[in-house]
């Protein structure tokens, strides 16, 4: 069995980390090493596997952690519905996502506890830049929010989305307008970004705060036709306005930008 010990803890704000996995064996431990050396009393690290077939359950399971906790045996095949069924399970309130294939850097979370502080109650959600770097972990020398020439607000991103969920971090009055997850978005971040951005804060980090690996075997970065593309963005937009207009009739918050 593997044991990473927390860190010390201090008055600070307990979080969820979720993970979705899928045959993530080949970059796993490193992840959850990163993540785990981090974590505080208080803290979880939520694990909703999606039928794996290769070593990622036994990997997962060689931890002996008590802050970790695994759902086994899910059939989503859609790394959406596992992100959603992991944030349900998740007990805290602040709410930080993570991939099976990144690592993180020392000062993600305290990064992230520092800008929650007196956060918890709002709809609230913050991005960090991150370093990107190469499948055997070689800097490319770009960085995420280089990549998608990240900029905050509603129009700019259903247009182009910069929000990346692996680098992200919100308030669980956030998860609870975001949930359920709409049918015909095409992901959960740039749902969960978008809906920060309108119904409250979303606050953009220039900080990196981890290694975000590109890789062969990547669920995110592909490029879809035009037409998909399309009916992606007025799904995301029809959803948007019918969740905060229905649900959060307040109007929009302010939208920072931060160093």
């Given at each position: 069995?593997?044991?990473?010990?927390?860190?010390?803890?201090?008055?600070?704000?307990?979080?969820s980390v979720?993970?979705?996995?899928?045959?993530?064996?080949?970059?796993?431990?490193?992840?959850?090493?990163?993540?785990?050396?981090?974590?505080?009393?208080?803290?979880?690290?939520?694990?909703?596997?999606?039928?794996?077939?290769?070593?990622?359950?036994?990997?997962?399971?060689?931890?002996?952690?008590?802050?970790l906790?695994?759902?086994?045996?899910?059939?989503?095949?859609?790394?959406?519905?596992?992100f959603?069924?992991?944030?349900?399970q998740?007990?805290r309130?602040?709410?930080?996502l993570?991939?099976?294939?990144?690592?993180?850097?020392?000062n993600?979370?305290?990064?992230?506890?520092?800008?929650?502080?007196?956060?918890?109650?709002?709809?609230?959600?913050?991005?960090?830049?991150?370093?990107?770097?190469?499948?055997?972990?070689?800097?490319?020398?770009?960085?995420?929010?280089?990549?998608?020439?990240?900029?905050?607000?509603?129009?700019?991103?259903?247009?182009?989305?910069?929000?990346?969920?692996c680098?992200?971090?919100?308030?669980?009055?956030?998860?609870?307008?975001?949930?359920?997850?709409?049918?015909?978005?095409p992901?959960?971040?740039?749902?969960l970004?978008?809906?920060?951005?309108?119904?409250?804060?979303?606050?953009?980090?220039?900080?990196?705060?981890?290694c975000?690996?590109?890789?062969?075997?990547?669920?995110?970065?592909?490029?879809?036709?035009?037409?998909?593309?399309?009916?992606?963005?007025?799904?995301?937009a029809?959803?948007?306005?019918?969740?905060?207009?229905r649900?959060r009739?307040?109007?929009?918050?302010?939208?920072?930008?931060?160093?």
């Open positions: 069995m593997m044991q990473v010990r927390p860190q010390e803890s201090g008055d600070q704000a307990a979080v979720c993970m979705a996995t899928r045959n993530g064996e080949r970059f796993l431990d490193a992840q959850l090493q990163s993540i785990l050396g981090q974590l505080q009393p208080g803290d979880e690290l939520v694990v909703s596997d999606d039928t794996s077939t290769d070593r990622t359950v036994e990997i997962l399971q060689r931890y002996e952690n008590p802050q906790r695994l759902l086994l045996g899910n059939r989503f095949f859609n790394p959406i519905g596992n959603e069924h992991c944030l349900r998740a007990r309130d602040i709410l930080v993570a991939d099976q294939d990144d690592v993180w850097l020392d993600r979370l305290p990064l992230i506890r520092q800008h929650m502080a007196g956060r918890a109650s709002s709809i609230y959600a913050m991005m960090t830049d991150a370093a990107i770097i190469d499948a055997i972990g070689q800097p490319t020398g770009e960085t995420l929010f280089r990549h998608f020439r990240a900029r905050n607000g509603v129009l700019r991103n259903l247009v182009w989305n910069c929000y990346t969920g680098a992200m971090a919100f308030t669980r009055p956030l998860l609870e307008l975001a949930l359920p997850f709409p049918q015909g978005i992901m959960h971040d740039a749902w970004g978008l809906l920060a951005d309108a119904a409250g804060t979303m606050e953009l980090i220039v900080q990196p705060t981890l975000y690996r590109r890789h062969d075997e990547a669920t995110s970065g592909f490029r879809w036709r035009p037409v998909q593309q399309l009916r992606w963005r007025w799904s995301l029809w959803h948007l306005w019918q969740r905060v207009h649900r009739p307040a109007a929009a918050g302010k939208r920072v930008t931060s160093a």
